[in-house]
């Protein structure tokens, strides 16, 4: 009788596992404007889909090589990331909805990941003041959708920066939000592994909730789910450069992941 409630459960979460992380970033592409201020080569829309990178392999015969993502070495070339310059617009399309959960971390419900990373002091190997070397400078809307026709912004007032806190780690988790509370001052003097510390396993990025839904009026919309987001560069003379967007997923289809891969490996450490 144990083994047969046992089998379902690992088989479930062996299911689970391949399956939500393939769901948890944008699938598609729906629409693309690259708008003005673009470097050359960065037009590529489909370098938003996906993970968020987790290595750059730099093709220079003389100094090129594979390098890990970290946050001082932000993901860079035009097959990582795509631009999205002054007037331009990119909208994405989830294969899972994205779903509004309370109960996910910090509230957050999907997290987007940029080309930032911190400006380092080489003589210590430390993030000299918190700042950044790139990104974090554009003025972009946040807007999702459930039907890919009607977009609620997120409120503003509300949003992190797109682009800005918290660089990509590329050995962290997609799924993981950093604690929006951290600011830049928390990371001056930290090296690699003082941010990861206070990064506590994520990948990084910066994470938006679907609560801060507001319609025309500026009025709060409740939506339960939404498959598209949508990233507007206002006119503020700088382009954004997008790497992904992760979805964070729910508590509970995460601990049958867990659970039932636990599980499975238990048991065969045991046969």
Excluded: C
Excluded at 3 to 25: D, E, H, K, M
Excluded at 142 to 168: E, I, K, Q, R, W
Aim: aromatic residues 10%; without cysteine.
């Amino acid at each position: 009788m144990k083994n047969s409630l046992f089998v379902p459960l690992a088989l479930a979460g062996l299911f689970v596992i391949p399956t939500l992380t393939r769901a948890q970033f944008a699938g598609s592409m729906v629409a693309y404007t690259e708008g003005s201020g673009v470097l050359s080569g960065y037009n590529d829309p489909t370098a938003a889909l996906g993970a968020p990178s987790t290595q750059t392999v730099d093709p220079d015969p003389v100094y090129g090589g594979t390098y890990p993502v970290d946050p001082f070495d932000a993901p860079y070339l035009s097959s990582q990331i795509v631009g999205v310059g002054t007037g331009g617009s990119i909208t994405l399309q989830f294969n899972t909805p994205i779903q509004n959960n309370p109960g996910n971390p910090f509230g957050l419900d999907f997290i987007i990941f940029g080309h930032a990373g911190f400006a380092e002091d080489f003589s210590t190997g430390t993030a000299a003041d918190g700042s950044l070397y790139t990104g974090g400078t554009s003025d972009v809307r946040v807007s999702v959708s459930a039907d890919g026709t009607t977009f609620y912004t997120l409120n503003p007032l509300l949003t992190p920066m797109v682009d800005g806190l918290f660089p990509t780690d590329g050995s962290g988790n997609p799924f993981l939000p950093v604690n929006p509370a951290l600011s830049a001052a928390d990371f001056a003097g930290q090296d690699l592994d003082g941010i990861r510390a206070l990064y506590a396993g994520s990948a990084g990025g910066a994470g938006f909730s679907l609560s801060w839904a507001i319609d025309g009026n500026g009025q709060s919309v409740s939506l339960s789910s939404v498959s598209y987001v949508r990233l507007d560069v206002l006119d503020d003379g700088t382009p954004a450069y997008i790497d992904a967007i992760s979805v964070v997923p729910e508590p509970a289809t995460w601990t049958l992941a867990l659970a039932g891969a636990g599980l499975f490996l238990l048991r065969r450490r045991a046969q």
